[in-house]
C-alpha cells in the first residue's frame, strides 16, 4: 500500500478508528510528521489534537538510526542493543541526549505557543505517528501517555513492519495499522509524497484545532460556600456563553461522557465548568449523593463564583445536569435571582425537582434515550409540570447512558444548538 501523503494516510487510519467516536479522547501526535496524520484522525473521531513530544537519540555518526528517545515528562528509552553494537560511549550519549532535550524545550514552546498541554488523565489517548520503523519513539510516546495518567492507549500508525506488535504490545492496549509490509526499509518508500514537514506546519495544525480546548483551559478550586471543590474551567475564544455541568450520582467532574459533550461546547464557541459536587468526604454518606436540595445550593454558589471570575464575567450562564444533576439544575435554576439562560437535562431525572420545576423559568430541553422508557416517562411526566419554554427530545434507540453508536453525538448537537439559541448577556 502505497499513500499519496500524510494527509490521505490520516483520513484512511481515521477511518479505522471510527469505533473510538464516542469515547472521551485526546489525539496525541509525533513531531513533526505525525502531526498532520493525527490532526485528520482528530477530526474524524471529533477529539482534541495535541503533540506528544519525542525526540529520536540518533547514533552520533548515522544520526538516522536510533538508539532511543526521550520525552517529555522525564521520559528516557534506550536501547541497549543498539548502543552496544555502534559502541556509542556513555558521554557520547550524554551529549546527543543533551542536545534533544534543548529541541524538545524549544519546540513545546514553538507549537502550541504558550498554551498548556491537553490534559490526558483518565481518558483514551490515541498516539499517532506516520510510520513505526525501528519503535523507539512510539515506545516513548506510549510511556509518556501513561505517565501522565492516560486510562487507556491505542498506537494508531498508517504503516509498520510486520513484527510491529511483538516489538510494541507491551506498550499500548491497542495497536492498529493499515498495513504491515514483510518487505519494509523505511516509512518514507510507502508515500508518494513524504516531504518534510516544517515547524510552522505542526504549529498550524495545532492551531486550527485550538478551539477544541480554548483560551482558558485548566483546573480551578470551586469556592461554593464553605467548601472547595475541584472543578475544570475551559473557555474559548469569544465564547457566546458558559455552561456548568452538574453530574449525576456516583460520577464526577472527570465523566467521559460529560466531558465529551463539553468539548463539542467548546468547538461550538461555549465555555465549559465540570466540577465535582460534593467533597470527597461528603461523597462517603450516601445521603449527600441523593440530596437534591444540597447539590443545588452547590450549583447556586458555583454559579455565583463563576461570575466573578474574569475570565467569565458577563458572561450568560446555562445548566447541564445528567441524571440526578437534572433535578439539582433545575433546582437551582428555580431559584430567585440565579439568571440562569437555559437548561439542558441529559437522561435525567428531573421529576426529583419535585415542586420546583413550575418555577423554573429557564428554557430547558430534556434529552431521553428512546429505549430508556422508565426514565422517558419520567421525563414526561415533569415536563407537563413545567411552565417555561421547553421542549422533550428523543434519541432513537439510545439507552440511559447513551452508549450506542452516535448518540452521544447527537445529545452534544441538540445541547450545543439549544444553548447558542438561549444564551443572552446575563442581567445581574
Not at 35 to 63: I, N, S
Not at 114 to 130: A, F, I, M, Y
Not at 163 to 192: H, K, M, N, S
Not at 346 to 353: E, H, K, M, T
Request: hydrophobic letters at 45%; glycine letters at 10%.
Amino acid at each position: 500500500m502505497v499513500f499519496t501523503d500524510r494527509l490521505e494516510a490520516g483520513r484512511q487510519l481515521g477511518a479505522r478508528l471510527r469505533h473510538l467516536r464516542g469515547r472521551d479522547l485526546v489525539v496525541l501526535g509525533l513531531p513533526r510528521g505525525g502531526v498532520p496524520v493525527a490532526a485528520e484522525v482528530a477530526e474524524a473521531l471529533g477529539a482534541p489534537l495535541d503533540v506528544c513530544l519525542v525526540r529520536k537519540l540518533g547514533v552520533p555518526f548515522q544520526p538516522e538510526l536510533g538508539m532511543g528517545a526521550i520525552g517529555e515528562d522525564g521520559v528516557r528509552v534506550i536501547n541497549d542493543a543498539v548502543v552496544r553494537e555502534a559502541r556509542v560511549t556513555p558521554e557520547e550519549l550524554a551529549q546527543v541526549e543533551e542536545r534533544e532535550r534543548e529541541v524538545l524545550e524549544l519546540r513545546a514552546r514553538r507549537y502550541r505557543g504558550g498554551r498548556s498541554p491537553v490534559p490526558v488523565e483518565g481518558r483514551t489517548v490515541v498516539v499517532v505517528d506516520d510510520g513505526v520503523a525501528t519503535g523507539s519513539t512510539a515506545r516513548a510516546a506510549c510511556r509518556i501517555a501513561r505517565v501522565r495518567g492516560a486510562a487507556r492507549i491505542v498506537l494508531a500508525v498508517p504503516v509498520a513492519p510486520h513484527d510491529w506488535i511483538e516489538r510494541l504490545a507491551d506498550e499500548a492496549d491497542e495497536l492498529v495499522c493499515l498495513d504491515t509490509p514483510r518487505v519494509f526499509f523505511a516509512v518514507g518508500q510507502f508515500y508518494a509524497d513524504f516531504a518534510q514537514v516544517d515547524d510552522a506546519e505542526v504549529a498550524a495544525c495545532l492551531q486550527r484545532t485550538a478551539g477544541h480546548m480554548g483560551t482558558v483551559d485548566r483546573e480551578v478550586e470551586v469556592a461554593a460556600g464553605a467548601v472547595r471543590l475541584g472543578g475544570r474551567l475551559t473557555v474559548p475564544e469569544d465564547p457566546t456563553g458558559i455552561v456548568v455541568f452538574a453530574h449525576g450520582s456516583g460520577s464526577s467532574r472527570h465523566s467521559p461522557r460529560n466531558r465529551f459533550v463539553a468539548e463539542g461546547l467548546n468547538r461550538g464557541g461555549l465555555g465549559t465548568l465540570l466540577f465535582d459536587l460534593l467533597t470527597e468526604e461528603e461523597e462517603r454518606d450516601r445521603a449527600n449523593v441523593f440530596d437534591t436540595e444540597l447539590l443545588a445550593r452547590r450549583l447556586a454558589d458555583t454559579t455565583g463564583w463563576l461570575r466573578t471570575r474574569p475570565e467569565t464575567e458577563g458572561l450568560a450562564v446555562g445548566y447541564f445536569g445528567a441524571s440526578t444533576g437534572a433535578a439539582a439544575a433545575l433546582w437551582a435554576a428555580a431559584e430567585p435571582g440565579t439568571h440562569i439562560a437555559a437548561v439542558v437535562s441529559r437522561g435525567g431525572r428531573p421529576d426529583l425537582a419535585g415542586p420546583r420545576l413550575p418555577e423554573v423559568t429557564a428554557p430547558t430541553l430534556l434529552v431521553v434515550g428512546g429505549a430508556d422508557p422508565v426514565v422517558l416517562d419520567l421525563n414526561r411526566q415533569a415536563q407537563a409540570r413545567l411552565r417555561c419554554e421547553n421542549h422533550l427530545a428523543v434519541v432513537p434507540g439510545a439507552t440511559h447512558l447513551f452508549e450506542e453508536p452516535g448518540a452521544l453525538e447527537a445529545v452534544t448537537d441538540l445541547a450545543r444548538d439549544w444553548f447558542t439559541d438561549h444564551m443572552a448577556p446575563a442581567h445581574v
